[in-house]
């Protein structure tokens, strides 16, 4: 997996903000190993884990497609979303491809690692585990919620996410990357559907903590209605120390580039806004800042690729091998 010199970074989510990053880090090193989270229960996905009992293939083929290699046309058919009435409608192929390898092999595992090789991923793609779990969450209001839409679009503040059963076994691939990455990267993506799942796995945030990479936590940079309304930079992170303990980032990357009038007013609708921060309770936390124009703005407020995976490899600092 690329030369000895290139280095080696591990990236941790789900959801499109994982791919996001992944499409940016590959045109830096090809020593990537991309974590990712295995909850979801909406869409297409959900139904391949209600109907098949396999783990949701979603989120991991958003990022095989990020990492691939493959001609344009290869990567549009794992993309493609089927149309119509019939029980296909709804459906993407690239789930539906996984899920089959998963039957052929009997192992979602090497299911997986099929899948990439005929993409032709550039570095590796795991789940964060091989466990059927469930994510939970406790809202400020004393209520438990059960499954990843429900904690998603949650109405009430949530207090804590959990997965049911808890401490899922981890991937000793994902374990081994971690200990040995020069950059571990945490988002971007939903903090608590998205980021905060991986970090839930047994031994996981312990081995992020005990890891010398650096370690980097790229903010989002809106707020999403219900699940995290109204935060904070500072809040996010205190999140993230709250269920994963204080050692798993040393940076934040927050962006500094104004959102649009017209964009604001279309997200104000939703009841979402920019993330801000406060520089100095940051610092406070014992977290270096990263200010930057990192957001991309088209039809949505999102991270731009390039810009993300730039700042983030400014940090890393290869380790002699």
Same mark, same amino acid.
Not at 1 to 10: D, L, S, Y
Not at 204 to 220: M, R
């Given at each position: 997996?690329? #030369? /000895?010199?290139?280095? *080696?970074?591990?990236a941790l989510g789900g959801g499109t903000g994982l791919s996001t990053l992944l499409r940016g880090l590959k045109r830096h090193t090809t020593s990537i190993t991309a974590?990712?989270?295995?909850?979801?229960?909406?869409?297409s996905s959900g139904r391949i884990r209600a109907e098949m009992g396999v783990l949701p293939p979603g989120d991991i083929r958003n990022c095989l497609v990020a990492l691939a290699d493959a001609e344009p046309l290869m990567k549009e058919l794992f993309d493609y979303?089927? #149309?119509g009435e019939g029980p296909l409608a709804g459906h993407n192929f690239g789930n539906l491809f996984i899920a089959a390898m998963s039957e052929i092999m009997g192992d979602f595992e090497l299911a997986v690692k099929e899948s990439s090789r005929?993409?032709? !991923? *550039? =570095?590796? !793609?795991?789940? @964060?585990?091989?466990?059927?779990?469930?994510? =939970?969450?406790?809202l400020i209001d004393g209520r438990e919620v059960l499954g990843e839409t429900s904690v998603g679009g949650s109405t009430s503040r949530i207090d804590r996410v959990f997965l049911r059963p808890p401490c899922p076994r981890p991937l000793p691939e994902a374990l081994r990357a971690i200990a040995e990455?020069? @950059?571990i990267v945490l988002g971007p993506g939903?903090?608590?559907?998205?980021?905060?799942?991986?970090?839930?796995?047994?031994? !996981?945030?312990?081995?992020? @903590? @005990?890891? &010398?990479?650096?370690?980097?936590? !790229?903010?989002?940079v809106m707020t999403e209605p219900g699940e995290t309304q109204g935060y904070t930079a500072q809040d996010h992170l205190a999140a993230i120390f709250r269920h994963a303990g204080p050692d798993v980032v040393d940076w934040i990357i927050v962006n500094d580039a104004p959102i649009s009038d017209?964009?604001?007013?279309?997200?104000?609708?939703?009841g979402a806004e920019p993330v801000r921060w406060d520089r100095e309770v940051l610092e406070s936390m014992g977290i270096r800042?990263? &200010?930057?124009? /990192?957001?991309?703005?088209?039809?949505?407020? *999102?991270?731009?690729?390039?810009a993300i995976a730039r700042e983030a490899m400014a940090l890393v600092v290869p380790r002699k091998r």
């Open positions: 997996m690329g #030369n /000895v010199m290139e280095p *080696r970074v591990v974590i990712v989270t295995v909850t979801d229960d909406g869409g979303r089927f #149309n005929v993409l032709l !991923v *550039r =570095g590796e !793609v795991l789940p @964060a585990t091989l466990d059927d779990c469930t994510l =939970g969450a406790l990455a020069d @950059a939903s903090l608590y559907t998205s980021i905060m799942p991986n970090l839930l796995v047994d031994g !996981v945030a312990d081995a992020i @903590a @005990a890891s &010398e990479a650096v370690k980097i936590y !790229v903010c989002n017209g964009m604001m007013r279309k997200y104000s609708y939703e800042v990263v &200010e930057s124009a /990192v957001a991309s703005q088209t039809e949505l407020v *999102r991270h731009d690729p390039g």
